[in-house]
C-alpha cells in the first residue's frame, strides 16, 4: 500500500503537497518523494524514510513552481532501495513523472514488451516504473509538439488496455499538468478535489479525502474505474472515460484497517463502517455466545477504538482503554521479519493492570493477519492479571496473499490460511476468539454505498476481480518475498538516475 497525491496550484505547490503527504502517512513509511515543476524544469526530493525526515526546509526552498506530485511508500513489488523511492521519471516524451499506488499483475509479460518491442529501458523492480514506461511509450506516439487532453486521454486508454492489476495513479507531464487515473476495476482509492483562490481554482488528487479536507479542498468525488482526470497547468479540469469495460471493486481492506477514519472513499465514511463492524460483531456474539463472561471491551489502539466502542455499546459492557500505545512507534504491520514484528509489540504496547487484574477481557483488534503481535498481547494480558482472555477480530479470517498492492504476498505467512478457528484461537493463546463473518463485513461497508456490488475482498475469499491470478503467479510474488526478506539493504549509493534530488 502506498499514498499518493498531486495538485495544481495558483501559488507555490510544495506547501500542499508536503502537508498532504504527511496526512498520507500511514499509506506509507518506507520512502518518500515530492516533484514539482514550474513548467518548464522539475524539481525533485525522495528517498527512503519519513516525509519529515526526507523533505526538510532546504529541499523545500528549491521544490518550485504551481504544480506537483507526491508519494509515500510501502514497498510491495520488488526490493525497498533508496532507487525505488517514488516519484518515478522518464525524459521522453515532454519529461513525466509518476506516482503509484496498487500492484500489477502482469509486471513481466510488460516488462518483455516495454524492452523487446517498445525499446525502453527499466531501471528499477519496480512495476510503477513499468506503468510510468508505458504510459510514456503511449504518449509518445501522439509525436507532436503541442500535447492536447485527448492526447493524454488516449495514452490512458492504452495504459488500461495493456496493465493488469490494481493501480491508482498520479503523473504529471511537464509544461501541461497533471493526470490521475484508476483502473478499471476500481481496486486502490484514489479522489479529486476544488479549493477557490483568489486567483482561480485549485485541484489536488489524492489516495485518501482525509487530505483534500484538511487543506480545505472540497471533495469532487472519486475518480471512477477506467477514467482519467487532467488538470491542465492552468488550474483546468477535463475528465474522461478512458476504459472499454469497467466496474466498481474498491478494496475492502481498506475500510477495515489501511484508510484513515475520517476519509471518505467511494463514497463510504470508513468511522461509519468501523463502528458498525463493532455492532455487527456484537450481534454475533449475543447469538452465539449468549451467556458471556466478559467484563470489559478494550480496543488494541489505534484503529480497532472504532468498533471496540460500539461492540462494548450493543453488548452493554464497559469500555476500558488497558493498552496504552507508545504513539512514537511506527505501525508494527510495517516491520520486516517475524522476529522483529514480535518484539516491536512490547515496545509499542504496555498494559494498565488496574483494567486487567482479576477480569474477563474481550481484546478487539481490526484485524488478525499473521498473529503474531495477538499472541503477544494476549501474553501481556494474562501478565497484567485478566482472568480469562477472549479475542475478536473486527475483520474476517485472512486466509489468502494479496495481489493488488497490500503487504500480504505469502499464504503461509497468513495465520488462517491453514488452521482453524479453534486452532488459530489455540496458536494465539486465548480462551474465545471471534472472528467477522465475511457478509457482515460487506454488510458494513455497503451500507456507506450501496451502489457498490462487489469489493475486492480476496484476502478473505481467495477470488482475485482482475482474474489471471493462478497458483504459479502466487508462488512467484510468494517467492520474490522469501528472497528480498524485505529488508532495505541497497547501500546509499546504489546506481540511480537522479534527477537533481537535492542531496546534501
Ligand atoms: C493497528 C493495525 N492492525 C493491527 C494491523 C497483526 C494484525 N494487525 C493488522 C493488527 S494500527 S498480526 O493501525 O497500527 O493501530 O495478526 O499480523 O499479528
Known sequence: ??????????????????????????????????????????????????????????????????????????????????????????????????????????ADKLKKEL???????????????????????????????????????????????RCVGAYAVIAMVVGYGIVGFRDPNGIRPICVGRRESDNGPEYMIASESVALQALGYQLINDIAPGEAVFISQKSDLQRQQCAATTSLNPCIFEQVYLARPESILDKILVYKVRLKLGDLLAQKIQKEWKNHDIDVVMPVPDTSRTAAYSLSLRLGVKYREGLVKNRYIARTFIMPGQQVRKKSVRRKLNTIELEFKDKNVLLVDDSIVRGTTCNEIIKMAREAGAKNVYFASAAPQVRHPNVYGIDMPVAEELIAHNNTTEEICDIIGADRLIYQDLDDLIKAAKEGNPDIERFEDSVFTGEYVTGGVDESYLQKIANLRRDSGKVSDEPEDYATIDLHNGEE
Request: with cysteine; proline share 3%.
Open 115 to 161: 524492452w523487446v518491442t517498445d525499446l525502453r529501458h527499466l531501471n528499477t523492480q519496480s512495476d510503477s516504473e513499468v506503468i510510468l514506461n508505458v504510459f510514456a511509450h503511449e504518449l509518445e506516439k501522439s509525436h507532436k509538439i503541442n500535447l492536447t487532453k485527448e492526447d493524454i486521454f488516449r495514452a490512458v486508454t492504452e495504459v488500461h488496455r
Open 1 to 106: 500500500m502506498c499514498g499518493i497525491i498531486g495538485a495544481v496550484n495558483q501559488g507555490l505547490v510544495n506547501q500542499d503537497i508536503y502537508d498532504g503527504l504527511i496526512l498520507l502517512q500511514h499509506r506509507g513509511q518506507d520512502a518518500a518523494g515530492m516533484v514539482t515543476s514550474d513548467g518548464r524544469q522539475l524539481f525533485l526530493r525522495k528517498s527512503n524514510g519519513l516525509v519529515q525526515n526526507i523533505i526538510r526546509q532546504k529541499h523545500m526552498l528549491r521544490l518550485k513552481g504551481p504544480m506537483g506530485i507526491g508519494h509515500v511508500r510501502y514497498p510491495t513489488a520488488g526490493s525497498s532501495s533508496q532507487a525505488e523511492a517514488q516519484p518515478f521519471y522518464v525524459n521522453s516524451p515532454y519529461g513525466i513523472v509518476l506516482a503509484h499506488n496498487g500492484n500489477l499483475i502482469n
